[in-house]
């Protein structure tokens, strides 16, 4: 198998060099993440992402910690919530999750969507804060060293577009979803024009079995097109689909709690854009992670696999 365990950077505006990939940790139980992440630093992961909604930012940090690798030899990258979208709110919010992970600084700090939402409500709901402003908050934290860059995730393109009128900083990276059912190849390219890094998290697409529920594409494991580069390498679906991001110029984050399977995603197979030619032979699409409808919020509206909301 062609397959080596260096991965490639990417360098961003400030000059830093974002590693190509990572360990994932949405959807990671209590007590599993901790032990995931020891488990991937000490075996090489040069990247872990967390959230603050993830409720895990605490465990991450134990995990780190157990691992014994030094703090510069890793990026850590976490997200601020949308209910720390009001301005006054941004910076508290980032001491909370340093405090939570147990570091003085955060690699890149990413607005994880672009609605804000009501802080003070026990429901959901949507209130009027302008994800510029709350991106202005955010170019502040530069300042004060505690942050080495700043992006966004799961923004449409228009709401890129808005954001880029006004930013200050442009952003760095913008994660978002993407796997041969969700590729978005136009909006992918769309960054490149912008000078934006793309992140591809669920880079397993509806091999994750709690987006396969109910779906009526089959596993990309079992695709096709997957397994046939699968038995081509001698490797993984997951690891053809992991490599693929990386082929095809992406950072990618895929999830695990297994250790065994921890280890086998690290596995990075040497795609040729002739096997990446064949992927876009895939014409099932489905996009995965869309909480538009118990949010309230047209999250992806101009993008492919969007969630049309009733009108109010």
């Not at 804000?116 to 402003?133: L, Q």
């Not at 397994?227 to 082929?247: C, D, F, G």
């Amino acid at each position: 198998m062609p397959a080596k365990t260096t991965y490639p950077s990417f360098a961003l505006p400030s000059g830093d060099h974002l590693p190509g990939f990572g360990l994932g940790t949405w959807q990671s139980k209590p007590g599993e993440v901790e032990e995931a992440v020891c488990v991937a630093l000490k075996a090489g992961y040069p990247l872990i992402d967390t959230a603050a909604i993830y409720g895990n930012e605490a465990e991450v940090g134990e995990g780190i910690r157990r691992s014994g690798v030094a703090r510069e030899d890793m990026w850590i990258t976490t997200k601020l919530w949308n209910t720390d979208h009001r301005p006054d709110d941004v910076a508290p919010a980032l001491e909370k999750s340093l405090k939570a992970l147990g570091v003085d600084t955060i690699d890149l700090y990413l607005m994880h969507y672009p609605c804000a939402m009501d802080p003070a409500s026990e429901d959901i709901k949507v209130i009027d804060v302008p994800f510029t402003e709350t991106w202005a908050a955010m170019e502040k934290l530069l300042d004060t060293g505690k942050v080495r860059n700043i992006g966004i995730s799961n923004f449409s393109q228009a709401e890129v577009e808005i954001l880029l009128k006004s930013a200050k900083v442009k952003p760095a990276v913008h994660q978002l979803e993407r796997h041969p059912y969700l590729p978005q190849y136009d909006f992918v390219k769309k960054h490149e024009e912008w000078g934006i890094h793309v992140t591809a998290y669920s880079p397993l697409g509806n091999t994750n079995p709690s987006y396969a529920k109910g779906d009526s594409l089959p596993p990309l494991s079992k695709n096709d097109v997957i397994v046939a580069l699968s038995e081509k390498y001698n490797a993984t679906p997951s690891q053809i689909l992991i490599s693929l991001q990386l082929a095809e110029g992406l950072s990618v984050i895929p999830k695990s709690v297994t250790k065994s399977r921890i280890l086998e995603n690290s596995i990075i197979v040497d795609l040729t854009k002739e096997d990446c030619e064949k992927v876009k032979q895939i014409t099932g699409r489905r996009r995965y992670c869309d909480f538009s409808d118990v949010i309230g919020y047209p999250y992806y509206s101009d993008l492919e696999c969007h969630m049309d909301l009733p009108a109010k």
